[in-house]
């Protein structure tokens, strides 16, 4: 299966520790294609549909409802966790996504 960055995937997050977002939803490939292609790893920020105004969410709209993209729970995980491909970011999306990770953890 091709994985391409900012595709959306259902997938199970399951198990968990703590405080660590959990149960099977819908996540933001974040890792670059050339990653996607040859490790048996992706990089991921799960989504969710509820949310509190943080700087590291990032509202989108999917499947006619509005969630978040939650940067500040951003994983790897095997790909064997992936259960179905579900759509991807629009530009606009991937733009403000790309601009709060290098704000996050780049600057």
Not at 21 to 49: D, F, G, Y
């Amino acid at each position: 299966m091709e994985i391409i960055q900012y595709e959306i995937f259902l997938v199970n997050l399951d198990p968990t520790i703590g405080s660590e977002i959990k149960k099977t939803r819908p996540c933001v490939v974040i890792s670059p294609n050339e990653m996607n292609r040859h490790l048996k790893t992706i990089v991921i920020a799960p989504m969710t549909t509820s949310s509190k105004n943080y700087p590291t969410r990032v509202e989108i709209k999917h499947d006619n409802r509005i969630g978040w993209v939650v940067l500040d729970q951003i994983r790897t995980i095997d790909k064997q966790r992936l259960i179905r491909r579900l759509g991807r970011l629009s530009k606009p999306e991937v733009k403000e996504v790309k601009g709060v990770i290098k704000e996050t953890f780049v600057d």
